[in-house]
């Protein structure tokens, strides 16, 4: 075949090898083929020496010139799926403004922390000091210097999770009356609260959980009352369940206070009248307090014929459970995010 036609043919299969690439990669591969160190033009090149003086610069400029038309289609073709990539992307990445959103639930505070915030506000404002204890608990603590020696039948009051002998799960907060008192060296007096979890081998049921959270409060000092009890409750009841709430002190009995004492809440829901909330007596019941034992105080390193003090623990869950009309305590734990959105 004449030079002539060889590149003819060369170029017109160049043409259409560049036409059927779809990408940058396949457009490489083709330059390298009809372009490269191997191409078909070399071989001309090579072949060149058998032509006449007077033919091998014609052929030289027409192969030239075959090169140069192929490089122009390949830059051409380059533009067109370079241009061709951008408008995917652009399309690819147009954000359209009529789609519906996503929807971002944002959360909130869980109900028994808003309660326990809101007690410890009131509680901070009045100059009590907010403590915290550890959950296990050793038996001396939780029990032993609160006047429950071992063996004591009041220790069946609390049903106890015993980890061994004498470490368990403290079962109300308050040995972190112990543990403030002992840190005082009885010497200054303490205004505390302590909010925390406590552990107890109860069944779990509508109003019991084996895990619940507790508000404990202890005052030590030198003139203290159970009117100073009784004023620090009222006012908190009120700031729980409304300003014109009223209370009453029932005698009860706990190892740890004497004397002991159950506080009822006039009823928020019939203003004490009766209804099936007060399960129609009026009152209802929220927490147990009294002035803390002699023996308490004693056992803590305080001397009690020169302090005094009162101290009360308050049901969390109770708390809100009564000022929400909640039915279940077990609503609290199952993380049901019907019921944790209600309390915004
Ligand atoms: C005590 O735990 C005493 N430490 C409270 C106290 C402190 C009295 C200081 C005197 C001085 P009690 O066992 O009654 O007391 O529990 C206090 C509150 O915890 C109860 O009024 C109730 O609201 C709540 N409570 C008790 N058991 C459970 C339970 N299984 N599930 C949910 N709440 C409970």
Known sequence: MAIKEQLLQIKEEAKVAIENTSSMHELN??????LGKKSAFNDIMKSMKDLSKEERPIVGKETNLAKRDIQLWID??????????????????TVDVTM???????????????????????????????????????????????????????????????IDDTLLLRTH??????????DKGGKEPVKIICPGKVYRRDEDDATHSHQFMQIE??????????????????MIAREMFGQDR?????????????????????????????????????????LGAGMVHNNVLEASGYDSSIYQG???GVGVERIAMLKYKINDIRQFYTNDIRFNRQFK
């Open 310 to 312: 009162f101290a009360f």
């Open 173 to 182: 907060t308050s040995p972190v009356q112990v543990r403030t008192m002992l």
């Open 29 to 34: 591969d083709v330059k390298a083929t009809f």
């Open 76 to 93: 051409e073709k380059r533009q067109t799926l370079h241009d061709l990539e951008v408008k995917k992307q652009i399309e690819e990445e």
């Open 100 to 162: 519906p959103g996503k929807v971002f639930h944002v959360g909130t505070t869980h109900l028994l922390t808003q309660i326990t915030d809101e007690i410890e506000d009131v509680f901070i404002g009045m100059g009590y000091e907010v403590m915290e204890g550890p959950e296990i608990e050793i038996d001396e603590y939780n029990f032993e210097k609160l006047n429950l020696p071992k063996n004591h039948p009041a220790r069946d009051m609390q049903d106890t999770f015993y």
């Open 246 to 286: 009223d209370i009453r002190l029932r005698p009860s009995y706990f190892p740890f206070t004497e004397p002991s004492v159950e506080v009822d809440v006039s009823c928020h829901n019939c203003n004490g009248k009766g209804c099936h909330i007060c399960k129609h007596t009026g009152w209802i019941e929220v």
């Open 217 to 234: 409060g202890l005052v030590v000092d030198k003139d203290t009352t159970m009117a100073d009890l009784k004023g620090t409750l009222l």
